[in-house]
Structure formats: C-alpha cells, structure tokens
C-alpha cells in the first residue's frame, strides 16, 4: 500500500498534501471516485519513479488524469446511447417493413419509413446537442 503524505513530501510546498489534492479536485468539479483514482494513478507513477518540476505540475498531472477517465466515461455513454438508438431503429424498421414491397425493404431503414423529414433528424441533431452540452459540463469545469 502506497504511503501518499510521504510521496507528496517533495512536494508540500504551500502546504500541499493529498487531503488538500482531492478537495481541489472536487472544487474543480471533478465526482469523488474520478478524484481518489486520479489520485491514485498518479502516486503509483511518482512511487514508480517518476518525478515533477514542482506541486503545481504534479496537481496538473492529477486533474489532467482525472479528466482523462471523465472523458473516458462521456465517451463510452455517448457510445451506449448511439448503440441503443440504432437498436431501437433497426427494430422499428424490421417490425414496419415486414408486409411491406420488397424494393422498399432494400432501402435504408428510415428512407423506407420516410423519416428523414423530419423525426430522425431531430433525435439526432438532439442527441448530439445532448451529449455535447454533458462533454462540455463535465470536461471543462
């Protein structure tokens, strides 16, 4: 087990301690297990060897982890939700386009349904809206 007070000696300028590192982080908007893994990526990389200039270049280290694995979590959400999308369209279009001609079985699912009008674009341009508002709110506090 890593003894974090005694890799951050080398560093405690301005009273700087691991306690202090995790409220920052939380202040920077960072959720509570993001900080303590952040936290802990890092001091494994300082217990390996690794060095920083100063405090604030090890602070900047951690937040960039931390914001490393929020991102890392957005992304993946942003991929559940896209895979579930095209789910639920591909089930709408198979349940639709079963007594339906053949040519229009052939085309792509919302051209047979004739969504492009208007609904398709509106669940994409809002999805897409969504989860660039969440990416920005959660990656740039």
Not at 12 to 34: F, I, M, N, T
Not at 86 to 101: C, D, F, P, Q, V
Not at 107 to 118: C, D, F, N, Q
């Amino acid at each position: 087990m890593l003894d974090y007070t005694k890799l951050c000696e080398p560093y405690a300028e301005h009273g700087r301690s691991p306690g202090g590192q995790r409220a920052w982080l939380l202040k920077k908007g960072l959720p509570d297990d993001v900080a303590d893994l952040a936290i802990a990526a890092v001091y494994a990389r300082l217990a390996d060897g690794e060095s920083f200039p100063d405090g604030h270049e090890l602070d900047n280290a951690i937040l960039a982890e931390g914001r490393k694995m929020v991102h890392a979590r957005v992304r993946a959400a942003l991929d559940v939700g896209q895979a579930q999308a095209e789910a639920a369209a591909t089930a709408l279009y198979r349940a639709r386009t079963n007594a339906r001609k053949p040519q229009q079985v052939l085309r792509h699912p919302l051209v047979a349904l004739r969504w492009y009008s208007g609904h398709a674009w509106c669940l994409v341009v809002g999805a897409a809206a969504v989860g660039a508002a969440w990416a920005t709110v959660l990656l740039w506090r």
